[in-house]
């Protein structure tokens, strides 16, 4: 048996009130979760866990492990808990001293031995003695089976990834706890299989797409954390395959660079395919500007995304075409053509664009005129 806290990457966005209540409740206090298997490494369902706190008090809570052999508690108060682990033909397994923080996702991993015969022999009389029973076989378990994901489109792909301004974490709904088979894993690809904190008590159903986004600071680094600037960058697709009230299992269908556990996950709405505006004319009176880049990167080359600071309520279209420029003497000087770029995503107050020619590195505080 295996057991070690899983340090959660609480993020700036998932402090916020504006989060979905069952999530904020589940933060307050801690959750256990594992996955229990057989001698041979099997997945074992129908095994039931019992969580008793060791002092008197909370009434101990039982959960059974699913089809996988995962099993997620309920929240839990932080303190010691004894974990026991019992399914019939199986040796019982009890671990103590099972310590929860505030917080923590606690994983607990078991491994159940098939349980040893007792055999008792009565002889009365002269009466031979019958032969013992046959021992009985070990349960052998399929391995897991890597679910079946419904295909995303290319050009619905083509929407996934790229740099944006933090939306403060109002659409994040859940993270992603562990890898199923590899709990120990911490970084993700595609094809995983994962867990996520979430599951059917906030509407989530099976097939459904999510985007897993990371928060990152940008600007002063050196800046308090209250006071710092944040960036986030898309990580890739995943899609949900199985459903429970609190957890759920998703295979990675996309990925724009690494996951990691500990990233939250959105909704994704796909946005429809992109057609280019009309060239139009540069507005170089009325410039927006670059904010930030890929990954919090402060410069920019060919077919990189960026972010600039102006959205829908500006005007920002998807698909409008963007003159990047510099002036050599400030905001009065001769304008200094550096790139053309085009916007990929857009929101209410920020757009993320592509670089498509440049003659010159594009850094964040360039001017960006929008054609109209």
Known sequence: MSFRPI???????VLLTSLPSPVAAQEERATLTGRVTDGSGGAL??????????????????????????YLSPPLAPGSYAVSFSLSGFAPETRSGVTLRASDVFLLDAQLQVAQLTESVQV?????????PPPVPPVKLEAPRRPTIVPVPKEVL?????????????????????????????LYGNGDVLVLDVGADIGLVSGQNLVVRRNFRIGDKGMPKHRASFGEQTAGLIQLVEV?????????????GELFAGDTVEPFDALPVMTAKGLGAPRFDDPAHIVLGEHGQTLGAARALMVIDRGTSAGAERGQRLTIFRRALGDRGPVQTIADAIIVAVRADSATIRIERTSDAVTVG??????R
Do not use: M, W
């Open 7 to 13: 340090a959660l990457a609480v993020t700036a966005a």
């Open 45 to 70: 369902p129908g095994v039931t866990v019992t969580v008793t706190a060791a002092t008197p008090g909370p009434a101990p809570v039982s959960v059974v492990t699913d089809g996988v052999g995962q």
């Open 124 to 132: 009365v009389g002269a009466n031979p003695v019958p032969p013992p």
């Open 158 to 186: 083509a929407s996934v990834c790229g740099p944006g301004r933090s939306n403060d974490g109002a659409l994040s709904i859940g993270k992603l706890i562990a890898h199923r088979d590899e709990p120990s894993r911490r």
């Open 244 to 256: 429970g009230p609190l957890s759920s299992v998703a295979v990675v269908v996309y990925t724009c």
């Open 366 to 371: 360039d001017f960006v005129a929008l054609h």
